[in-house]
């Protein structure tokens, strides 16, 4: 995904890697990593997020909340939830919370096409900030 949403002309953050930065060998800056991921969080113009599992990450759930409530008191860009995991969860699909992300893809796991998955979520994304420019 990383790589066809970059090939788009999109910068793709990815978590894992940026943890690298603040972990590793001797050096585990948890607190700069927590404060890096806020930052990128509120920063960013579209935040993706995975919504997979029974009980969505917790990490991404607070970034998720982060970027929520900057855009609700004035921030600028959307949140896209990604669910690809097609087991019921908790309310029947997910938990309430999620209901506030701008929109959700449902796009469920034997459909194993990365190429159409990208496809999806990048012209929700544009869809949602083309109907915020107004």
């Known amino acids: 995904m990383q790589n066809t949403s970059g090939k788009r002309g999109h910068e793709v ?7 690298n930065k603040f972990l590793g060998g001797d050096k585990q800056d948890f607190k700069g990593l927590a404060e890096s991921c806020y930052s990128q969080a509120i920063g960013c113009d579209a935040m993706v997020d995975i919504l997979d599992g029974p009980d969505p990450d917790s990490g ?4 998720a909340g982060f970027k929520i409530r900057d855009i609700k008191t004035g921030g600028r860009g959307v949140t896209v939830g990604v669910r690809t995991d097609f087991r019921v969860s908790e309310d029947g699909q997910l938990n309430a919370m999620f209901r506030l992300l701008d929109d959700i893809v449902f796009f469920p796991s034997f459909n194993e096409s990365c190429q159409e998955l990208c496809d999806q979520i990048d012209e929700k994304i544009q869809t949602l900030l083309k109907s915020k420019e107004h």
């Open 13 to 19: 953050i990815l978590p894992q890697d940026e943890a």
């Open 60 to 63: 991404m759930s607070m970034e």
